[in-house]
């Protein structure tokens, strides 16, 4: 009896394992669901982790909501919250503006220069400044943005890039948010130097307007998945600033009676066009891949194309000295 209870029951385990393998060929692995990755292939928080409605909500979790809102369609919204931390911080977009701010403060301050209010020879003779005559020295249609004309612009620009960038920042990754700010910039420089060619530049308009021009984008396209209240606001916001700033830098250019060299105003329009079609594309392919959006290479094409027409312009077709 004890060999034949033994027998049975070492027959059990066999009958469960063949019922187990039979059960595991039933299931289609390729019907499952796949483990939620971003865009870099880590895994996203699981469900576990996530704040529910038992846990009260921290003012970090409470101000990551916020940004979605502002910054993301509302399909796009819970994964950026699953995946959301302020590790890394903003850190370019807050270098960048330390940055700015230090060259002002030091062509206002150590300079023997009235620098507070309006420009003057130190701004004028700096090696950041684009100056037409100079354009030999290549690296001006960037440095530029590191100088600014008085007070009302490094803080006009501080605040814009500031608001903007930094939301855009926690929400995608400073490369891009870089990339765009630095491709607005840089499209400013050459835009003057083809359509305004003997005019300078100063600040970094060009860059701020790389930020807003990519989200008014966003804001435009993405306009019935926000809240619509916020959506009209924010687009009303951004119309009125522009409009704003805009005035200002034709009066500056073409009105005021200030001696020396007149500040452009096109790089304005050179940063807007590079954040309305780079910066729309970095901002609108939240958690996917850039480099199989078609967008992406038609941007990318079209700048080289442009960038490469400004350097022969300037090389060989320029009437600036």
């Known amino acids: ?112 220069q009235k620098q507070w209010v309006t420009l003057e020879e130190g701004i ?24 600014h004309a008085g007070v009302e612009h490094i803080l006009g620009n501080l605040v814009m890039q500031l608001l903007l960038g930094i939301p855009l920042e926690l929400v995608h990754k400073g490369f891009e948010v870089g990339m765009v700010y630095l491709a607005g910039v840089l499209a400013g420089s050459l835009a003057s130097s083809i359509f305004d060619p003997v005019s300078a530049l100063v600040g970094a308009s060009g860059g701020v307007y790389a930020l807003i021009g990519g989200y008014f984008m966003n804001a435009v396209v993405n306009f019935r998945e926000m809240i619509p209240l916020l959506g009209v606001f ?11 700033d805009f005035g200002f830098a034709f009066y500056r250019r073409f009105v005021s009676d200030e001696d020396g060299l007149k500040v452009s105003f096109v790089a304005h329009f050179g940063g807007i066009v590079a954040g309305m079609t780079i910066g ?42």
Do not use: H
Not at 125 to 142: G, V
Not at 292 to 317: E, H, Q, S, T
């Open 234 to 244: 924010r687009i009303l916001a951004i119309v009125v600033i522009v409009g704003v």
């Open 124 to 147: 004028w003779n700096s090696p950041l400044t684009y100056k037409p005559d100079r354009r030999q020295e290549a690296w001006r249609f960037i440095s530029y943005m590191f100088t």
């Open 1 to 112: 009896m004890c060999l034949g209870s033994s027998g049975d029951t070492g027959a059990l385990p066999v009958d469960g394992l063949a019922a187990a393998a039979a059960a595991m060929d039933d299931v289609d692995l390729e019907q499952q669901e796949p483990f939620p990755v971003d865009r870099d292939g880590r895994q996203i928080r699981a469900g576990a982790d996530q704040p529910d409605g038992k846990r009260k909500r921290t003012c970090c979790e409470k101000f990551q909501e916020s940004v979605s809102k502002w910054m993301l369609p509302e399909d796009a919204r819970s994964t950026y919250l699953e995946r959301a931390n302020c590790c890394p911080p903003p850190i370019f977009i807050i270098l960048i503006s330390i940055g700015e701010l230090a060259v002002f403060i030091y062509y206002a301050v150590w300079k023997p």
């Open 280 to 321: 729309y594309v970095f901002f609108s392919d939240y958690n996917k891949k850039l480099l199989k959006d078609p967008r992406f290479w038609l941007c990318i094409v079209g700048y080289v194309v442009f960038l490469i027409f400004a350097v022969l312009f300037n090389i060989f077709l320029s009437p600036a000295p």
